[in-house]
């Protein structure tokens, strides 16, 4: 099996910063793209970033210039979130997309969600 743990949510002021951090663990042989989703209440959750396994990335316009999404060779990926504003109010996700040791093919996993919450 393949373990997603999050940390580094909390409660900031808007103009604030928060880092989220996404550390996998378990059977894993590989690790392609990893990502951050995020779900407000009442929408459907979306893509907030995204990092392949060669280091490009991909934003949601909402979040360019202010987020920054980075990864480690082999397990852990993080979001730097600066001048965060009420409207990032949400709990984030991350994702990985997984080959696992004697398993044939590529599966997605989620972290259990870390909420992050922007006062105005």
């Known amino acids: 099996q393949v373990q997603l743990v999050e940390s580094g949510g909390g409660l900031v002021q808007a103009g604030g910063s928060l880092r989220l951090s996404c550390a996998a663990s378990?059977?894993?042989?590989?690790?392609?793209?990893m990502g951050w989703y995020r779900q407000a209440p009442g929408r459907q959750r979306e893509l907030v970033a995204a990092?392949?396994?060669?280091?490009?990335t991909n934003y949601a316009d909402s979040v360019k210039g202010r987020f920054t999404i980075s990864r480690t060779a082999w397990n852990a990926v993080f979001l730097q979130m600066n001048s965060l504003k009420p409207d990032d109010t949400a709990v984030y996700y991350c994702n990985f997309n997984v080959a696992r040791l004697g398993v044939r093919g590529e599966y997605d996993y989620w972290g259990q969600g870390t909420q992050v919450t922007v006062s105005s």
């Open positions: 990092i392949s396994s060669s280091g490009s």
């Open positions: 378990g059977s894993i042989f590989s690790i392609n793209a």
